[in-house]
């Protein structure tokens, strides 16, 4: 099982563009923006907060099957990584978690400023409340533009990977 | 259902749009599409520039799920679609290809991205997923402004067409400013215009103007020599 590596945390952390994805029953797939995760360097799963007011499709596939798999990019630099993993808890989130969503959303906003996004939409965003779906990570893949798109991650610097 | 010609802007290509799959084994993908084209009112297209699991995904299981925003408002568009066929060649395909060079020069990915094959999707439903955002606060979001004319945005941007054309065209300043003008003047309806050059201390000097005399043109620049 995959483990997340410093570069791959610090990465995540580091207030990026993020969607999730499930499936129901039929495998019809659903999506929707997620605006706060939590990924710490060492473990194996991760937590992402859907949030309540767009997510009653998503938590319904989850309770189905626990399939999930989640894209977060970069938007300045478009690098970005695919995490796929099936869910191991589902709560209503806490108070204690909402300080932390908070600022990973501000780090969200402050990133999409960069590339034009006005700060105050994504503060208009219905985040919160939000269900903290933790799941484990099975599989990780490159999903950078350009060639290497799928591939199993390795490095998110492509210096490294040609050495 | 909310028509797709309705949504016009969320596929102008300056917010990125989010395609989720599902393999036959059940397992789901997601992943960002440079551009999701409009091509009438039940279909649109999405490029692809490399072959990757997406493809695979709608080739075994065609169901596919695509969020969108508006990029003025950021309101967000769910498009529940199915996978019809895949074109690489004729007008669909070039009209395509072309954008995605434009899309590419933009985000730093030209000699990245070029296009591979457009695939055609049926639109099963379209939602405004109005919740997204919280309900609008009188107090503090002041008014939107009404929607944007697409037939004025159709026209500025065939104006920038033909401006950039012109451009290609020129073959030294002189003509490259006299046709710039020319093309902001006749297209775009800017009459006047500054051209401003850098001196050599690091600041702005505007070039010296002389008007034509042609009456609704504009004051036209004598390109200084030395």
């Known amino acids: 099982m995959p483990t997340l590596d410093a570069e791959l945390a610090a990465f995540l952390d580091s207030g990026l563009s993020v969607m999730a994805s499930t499936r ?53 630099d478009n690098r970005s990584v695919q995490l796929k993993g099936t869910m191991v808890s589902c709560q209503q989130a806490t108070d204690l ?14 990133s999409l400023a960069q590339v034009g996004v006005p700060q105050g939409i994504l503060f208009r965003a219905q985040f919160w409340p939000a269900h903290a779906v933790r799941f484990r990570v099975e599989a990780i893949f490159l999903q950078t533009p350009g060639p290497a798109a799928g591939r199993p991650f390795d490095t998110l610097s492509p210096e490294k990977r040609e050495r | 259902m909310i028509a797709l010609r309705d949504i016009a802007p969320c596929f102008e290509g300056l917010v990125p749009a989010t395609m989720a799959t599902c393999s036959l084994e059940g397992e789901p993908n997601v992943t960002k ?42 309101e967000v568009y769910r498009l529940e679609v199915r996978f019809d066929h895949s074109e690489t060649e004729g007008p669909l395909f070039e009209e395509m290809a072309a954008q995605i060079q434009v899309i590419a020069s933009h985000t730093g990915m030209l000699g990245i991205f070029k296009l591979r094959c457009a695939d055609v999707y049926e639109v099963l439903a379209v939602e405004h997923v109005k919740e997204f955002f919280l309900p609008p606060d009188p107090r503090i979001d002041v008014t939107r402004p009404p ?7 159709a026209r500025e941007l065939h104006g920038l067409q033909a401006v950039s054309d012109r451009v290609n065209r020129t073959g030294c300043l002189e003509e490259l400013l006299e046709g710039v003008l020319d093309e902001l003047d006749c297209r775009l309806g800017i009459p006047n215009s500054m051209v401003l050059l850098p001196t050599a201390k690091g600041a702005w000097s505007p070039l010296p103007a002389t008007a034509t005399g042609r009456a609704g043109w504009a004051p036209r620049f004598r390109w200084e020599k030395g």
Do not use: W
Request: with cysteine.
């Open chain 1, 24 to 76: 129901d029953a039929r495998l019809r797939p659903e999506t929707v923006r997620i605006l706060a995760l939590e990924a710490r360097p060492g473990e194996e799963e991760m937590t992402v907060f859907l949030p309540d007011a767009v997510s009653a499709r998503m938590l319904e596939n989850l309770r189905d099957n626990g399939r999930i798999a989640v894209v977060a990019s970069d938007p300045l």
């Open chain 1, 97 to 110: 978690q909402r300080a932390a969503a908070d600022a990973y959303r501000a780090k969200m906003a402050r």
């Open chain 2, 33 to 74: 599409i440079s551009q999701v084209k409009l091509v009438d009112d039940r279909h649109v297209a999405l490029s692809h520039q490399f072959f990757n699991k997406t493809q695979r995904n709608v080739r075994e299981n065609p169901q596919a799920c695509v969020v969108m925003h508006d990029p003025g408002t950021f």
């Open chain 2, 147 to 153: 929607a944007p004319n697409l037939e004025a945005m």
